[in-house]
């Protein structure tokens, strides 16, 4: 196995824990809704949006919350979450390039 070979696959290893946190069709969900309120939104209105209790919610926001794709500010007694996915997706885009790199995808036509 060459370095190259090595270096991708640890890219992929990498990304295991960001790909999996965005399997679960809630916290897809609970993503776009962030992305539609760039101000933050707390646990109770997030739950006002979606079929679920406010502990499934909180569980959810702290996978994401974990793996960086949200984070929270305090504002007053309450927590409001904000999306952040910068740092996951440049990680995951990384890992495309470097596949497409590895196999010479990025030259042929679609």
Known sequence: MNQQTEQVL???????????????????????????????????????????????ISHHLKVLKQSGYIKSEKKGVENYYVLTVRKPLEQIKSLITSVEQACDLSNDSP
């Open 10 to 56: 640890q890219q992929f290893k990498d990304c295991i824990p960001l790909l999996e946190v965005l399997t679960d069709e809630n916290r897809q969900a609970i993503i776009m809704l962030l992305a539609q309120n760039k101000l933050g939104l707390n646990v109770n209105t997030i739950a006002g949006h979606m079929d679920l209790s406010r502990p499934a």
